[in-house]
C-alpha cells in the first residue's frame, strides 16, 4: 500500500521560513518523479516545485523562484521544500506528489498524493 505523507507545515510570519518534508513508502521512491503543490480555499491547486527522479531536472512556480528549494534523498524516500521569505498570499495546503512521468507531474497529474499539510503566513 502506497502512503505519502507530508509534515513540517504551520504557522509563520511574513518573511520567516518553513522546509515541508514528504516521505512516501510502498513504492519505489526513485522509480517517481515528485512535486510539491499548493492549493488555497478558492483557488485553484498550483504546482510549486517538482524534481524529476534523480534530480537532474526541476521546475519551479514563477512566484517561488530564488525563495524555494526543493530537493530529495533517495536513499531515504524524502522529498524535501526549503521555503524562504514566505509571503501572507503563500497560505494555503501543501501537497506532495508522485508521478512516473515527467510531463505528467508538470501537467499536474500525480499517481500518488499525500493529505497535504497547511502552511499560513500571517501578516
Known amino acids: 500500500q502506497v502512503q505519502v505523507v507530508e509534515s513540517g507545515g504551520g504557522l509563520v510570519q511574513t518573511g520567516g521560513s518553513l522546509r515541508l518534508s514528504c516521505t512516501a513508502s510502498?513504492?519505489?521512491?526513485?522509480?517517481?518523479?515528485m512535486g510539491w503543490f499548493r492549493q488555497a480555499p478558492g483557488q485553484e491547486r498550483e504546482a510549486v516545485a517538482l524534481?524529476?527522479?534523480?534530480?537532474?531536472?526541476?521546475y519551479y512556480g514563477d512566484s517561488v523562484k530564488g525563495r524555494f528549494t526543493i530537493s530529495r534523498d533517495n536513499a531515504e524516500k524524502m522529498l524535501y521544500l526549503q521555503m524562504k521569505s514566505l509571503k501572507p498570499e503563500e497560505t494555503a495546503m501543501y501537497y506532495c506528489?508522485?508521478?512516473?512521468?515527467?510531463?505528467?507531474?508538470?501537467?499536474?497529474?500525480?499517481?500518488?498524493w499525500g493529505r497535504g499539510t497547511q502552511v499560513t503566513v500571517s501578516s
Open positions: 506528489a508522485a508521478e512516473v512521468v515527467w510531463r505528467g507531474i508538470l501537467e499536474g497529474r500525480g499517481s500518488y
Open positions: 510502498g513504492l519505489n521512491f526513485d522509480d517517481y518523479c
Open positions: 524534481m524529476s527522479r534523480w534530480g537532474g531536472s526541476s
